[in-house]
Every structure is written in C-alpha cells, then in structure tokens.
C-alpha cells in the first residue's frame, strides 16, 4: 500500500469516527432534552431556585465602594462579617433543597423525611427568604449604609448576590408550594373518583 492510499484511508477513517460521535452527541443531547421534558415544571422551578441560592451564597451580599484619594472597593458574601450565621443556614438549605429535588426527580423517599418532598421545599424555601429578609435588614442599616470620610465618598449598600439568592429562594418555596397544592388536588381528584366527598 503506497503512502497516498494510507493517509487516504486513515482520513476516511477519521471521518467516520467523527460522524459517529457527532451522532452520539445529538443522541446524549436528545435523550438529556427528553429526560427535562418530563420533569414536572414545580420540580424545575425548585431546582433552579436551590441552584440560584447556592451560587448566590458565594456572590457578594454588601459592597462598597470608595471614590477621591483613598479609593478602593470592598465586598462580603454570605459567609462573612454580620451576616456570617445567617449565610451558613441559607447555604446548607440551598444544600438539602437540592438534595430534596434529587430525591423528588429519582422517585426515593429518603429514611429521615416523613413529610411529603413539596411539603419540605416550600418550608425550606420560606425558611432561606426569611432568613436573608433579616439579612436585608441587617445590611440595610446605617452602620452599613453610605458616608463620607476624608475628602471620599463612600458608597456602600446591598450587592446583587443577595437579590440572586433571594429570588432562588423564593422559587424553592413557590415550586414546594405549587407541587404540594397539586398533589393535593390529585389526592382529592382520586377520592372522588373513588366515590368520596
């Protein structure tokens, strides 16, 4: 076999490999798409609430900035200075929610939850929006608040980490809220189908 024929051959090869994998992308592609498809919207919303929570609990809480001669910027995220407890309690929430939403998603009850999965993200989820509430306040308050100092202006106020983990954790409860009223109606729905009241 003369070398023209060899690199000829070896191309080809190539091709096929890289149509069969192109092949299997689309098809780990499709089935992923299929697999979302099924999830029940109230399971997706919890999700993505819990994901927004944990990764809003590493975006900063509260920055400042300083503008003139002593300029500079300076934030916190949930785990540090005054909202340090309050951010630790938000972040393993966020934790158990998604531990929670992969138990829903794979149809397990796990041993230690008695309650009913949607029952617990709506309380969790409640739980995290009360908790950075108070860490609103808390970082809304004058001690963290703007003020001028030597001839600089310092802008200090609630940064947007907080906002992303709130909203997250607003979704947690609305998703644990929609799917405990659903499966409500479904229980009810199955009474009377049985002939109840």
């Known amino acids: 076999m003369d070398t023209k024929s060899a690199f000829a051959?070896?191309?080809?090869?190539?091709?096929?490999?890289?149509?069969?994998?192109?092949?299997?992308?689309?098809?780990?592609?499709?089935?992923?798409?299929?697999?979302?498809?099924k999830v029940p919207n109230e399971f997706k919303i919890t999700g993505v609430g819990a994901v927004l929570v944990f990764i809003g609990s590493f975006l900063p809480w509260w920055s400042m900035s300083a503008t003139g001669p002593y300029g500079?910027?300076?934030?916190?995220?949930?785990?540090?200075?005054?909202?340090?407890?309050?951010?630790?309690?938000v972040f393993l929430g966020?934790?158990?929610?998604?531990?929670?939403?992969?138990?829903?998603?794979?149809?397990?009850?796990?041993?230690f939850i008695k309650i009913p999965h949607a029952f617990v993200q709506m309380i969790v989820g409640s739980e995290m929006t009360l908790l950075m509430l108070i860490a609103f306040?808390?970082?809304?308050s004058p001690r963290f608040s703007?003020?001028?100092?030597?001839?600089?202006?310092?802008?200090?106020?609630?940064?947007?980490?907080?906002?992303?983990?709130?909203?997250?954790?607003?979704?947690?409860?609305?998703g644990g809220f929609l799917e405990w009223k659903g499966a409500m109606w479904l229980e009810r729905l199955?009474?009377?189908?049985?002939?109840?009241v």
């Open 9 to 37: 051959e070896n191309d080809s090869v190539k091709k096929v490999n890289m149509s069969s994998l192109g092949e299997q992308a689309r098809m780990v592609g499709g089935s992923l798409k299929s697999a979302l498809n």
């Open 72 to 89: 500079s910027t300076y934030s916190i995220s949930a785990f540090n200075d005054s909202t340090f407890l309050l951010g630790v309690l």
């Open 94 to 111: 966020s934790i158990f929610s998604l531990i929670v939403a992969v138990f829903e998603y794979i149809g397990k009850r796990p041993a």
């Open 137 to 140: 306040s808390i970082l809304t």
């Open 146 to 174: 703007s003020t001028s100092v030597i001839a600089s202006r310092i802008e200090a106020g609630v940064s947007y980490g907080l906002f992303v983990a709130l909203i997250g954790a607003v979704m947690v409860a609305v």
């Open 190 to 196: 199955g009474k009377k189908k049985d002939g109840g």
